[in-house]
T-cell receptor
Framework: DAGVIQSPRHEVTEMGQEVTLRCKPISGHDYLFWYRQTMMRGLELLIYFNNNVPIDDSGMPEDRFSAKMPNASFSTLKIQPSEPRDSAVYFC??????????FGDGTRLSIL | GQQLNQSPQSMFIQEGEDVSMNCTSSSIFNTWLWYKQDPGEGPVLLIALYKAGELTSNGRLTAQFGITRKDSFLNISASIPSDVGIYFCAGHSNAGKSTFGDGTTLTVKP
């Protein structure tokens, strides 16, 4: 069984650059979640989708962050322009209905 | 919004000891979940609880869904070095999303 697949696993870029994180949820799952994890703030929900439609984006830090889900098997989280304070591990998770979420292995993002 | 209070924040124990951690909330949840996160990986589901009062075991792990639906605990018996990691509780409501605790970091000394 393929789990949630995220890419890239690591990203290092300079501030001001655009960053795009990618996620492929588990086939058949209809919910997709983007989280950010830092030592200071723990695991924060940024946005989640149901059937490709954004349901709650209240956790998105600011307008520099955007997320899309063009189809049931793909989602992106974009940061433009990136800043050093965006450095964190970003997780994607998916679930079927209101069942438990299954997480990817994350993207470790470093903005210099 | 909903918040979870997870404790303790960290634990340092000797191999073979039992471990207990818990989560409390001011809100009612329909489902309680416990995850474990190893370094460099995403959280992995350990136990899911769906009914108030439910007590569920998974090997050396035991978790309970509190009667009030506002709390849950996780016990690990006879800890081993590979139990090291961060344990998260999560409460799940009908809104479709989960609320996560801040995690309990477990260190096991051989």
């Amino acid at each position: 069984d393929a789990g949630v697949i995220q890419s890239p696993r690591h990203e290092v870029t300079e501030m001001g650059q655009e960053v795009t994180l990618r996620c492929k949820p588990i086939s058949g799952h209809d919910y997709l979640f983007w989280y950010r994890q830092t030592m200071m703030r723990g695991l924060e929900l940024l946005i989640y989708f149901n059937n490709n439609v954004p349901i709650d984006d209240s956790g998105m830090p600011e307008d520099r962050f955007s997320a899309k889900m063009p189809n049931a098997s793909f989602s992106t989280l974009k940061i433009q322009p990136s800043e050093p304070r965006d450095s964190a591990v970003y997780f994607c998770a998916s679930s079927q209905g209101r069942g438990p979420q299954h997480f990817g292995d994350g993207t470790r993002l470093s903005i210099l | 919004g909903q918040q979870l209070n997870q404790s303790p924040q960290s634990m340092f124990i000797q191999e073979g000891e039992d471990v207990s951690m818990n989560c409390t909330s001011s809100s009612i949840f329909n489902t309680w979940l416990w995850y474990k996160q190893d370094p460099g990986e995403g959280p992995v589901l350990l136990i899911a609880l769906y009914k108030a009062g439910e007590l569920t075991s998974n090997g050396r792990l035991t978790a309970q869904f509190g009667i009030t639906r506002k709390d849950s605990f996780l016990n690990i018996s006879a800890s081993i070095p590979s139990d090291v990691g961060i344990y998260f509780c999560a409460g799940h409501s009908n809104a479709g999303k989960s609320t996560f605790g801040d995690g309990t970091t477990l260190t096991v000394k051989p």
